[in-house]
């Protein structure tokens, strides 16, 4: 099983400041990998797939990159709505797609 | 519009079976593989189960392996997962989610709580 590990566990970021969130795979997933966000009492919601493809609707704050084995997600300037958890998947072996345990991002 | 409803969700006895259905519309149904994810109370999210469109094709995490069936009525446009054997830990919110892979669509989810 391909293994995912998301840092920080907590990332504390100013409204307007910049965020990199970091995902890294036991092993070479491709590009094959997606970025979610998750708001309190919400379902997850499809930011990025294809390691740098913004979903439809995205803003454009949100930015994807790495291939293999280590994937970062940018957000350029925070928003209040943005403060949230953010998860990574792999889907390299599809139909299977394993998630990291997530990255919280709170105001500071 | 894509919607994805998720219902049978409830209190299941520790070794007991229950039925998670999700009906979708806004979309060809039988066009998309659908998958079943679980996020137990605080945690993360965990892929649990997957179907092809026309239902041949199952695939399962092995945390549920040989308890849990994934299913589907392409002519009801419903997603099923059937949980047996259940366990304490399989106490989570169940979202059903259109297209593997990722998922670009996710139901709001159901509660299974597994308790005696």
């Known amino acids: 099983e391909i293994v995912m590990t998301q840092s920080p566990a907590t990332l504390s970021v100013s409204p307007g400041e910049r965020a990199t969130l970091s995902c890294r795979a036991s092993?070479?997933?491709?590009?094959?990998l997606a970025w979610y966000q998750q708001k309190p009492g919400q379902a997850p919601r499809l930011l990025i797939y294809?390691?740098?493809t913004r979903a439809t609707g995205i803003p454009a704050r949100f930015s994807g990159g790495g291939s293999r084995t280590e994937f970062t997600l940018t957000i350029s300037s925070l928003q209040s709505e943005d403060f949230a958890v953010y998860y990574c998947?792999?889907?390299?072996?599809?139909?299977?797609?394993?998630f990291g345990g997530g990255t919280k991002v709170e105001i500071k | 519009e894509v919607q994805l409803v998720e219902s049978g969700g409830g209190l299941g006895q520790p070794g007991g079976s229950l039925r998670l259905s999700c009906a979708a519309s806004?979309?060809?149904?039988?066009?998309?593989?659908m998958t079943w994810v679980r996020q137990a109370p605080g945690q993360g999210l965990e892929w649990v189960s997957a179907?092809?469109?026309?239902?041949?094709?199952?695939y399962y995490a092995d945390s549920v392996k040989g308890r849990f069936t994934i299913s589907r009525d392409n002519s009801k446009n419903t997603l099923y997962l059937q949980m047996s054997n259940l366990r304490a830990e399989d106490t989570a919110l169940y979202y059903c989610?259109?297209?593997?892979?990722?998922?670009?669509?996710w139901g709001q989810g159901t509660l299974v709580t597994v308790s005696s």
């Open positions: 294809a390691a740098s």
């Open positions: 092993q070479s997933v491709s590009s094959n």
């Open positions: 806004g979309f060809t149904f039988s066009n998309y593989a």
């Open positions: 989610a259109k297209g593997v892979p990722p998922p670009d669509y």
């Open positions: 179907v092809s469109g026309n239902g041949d094709n199952t």
């Open positions: 998947q792999q889907y390299n072996d599809w139909p299977r797609g394993t």
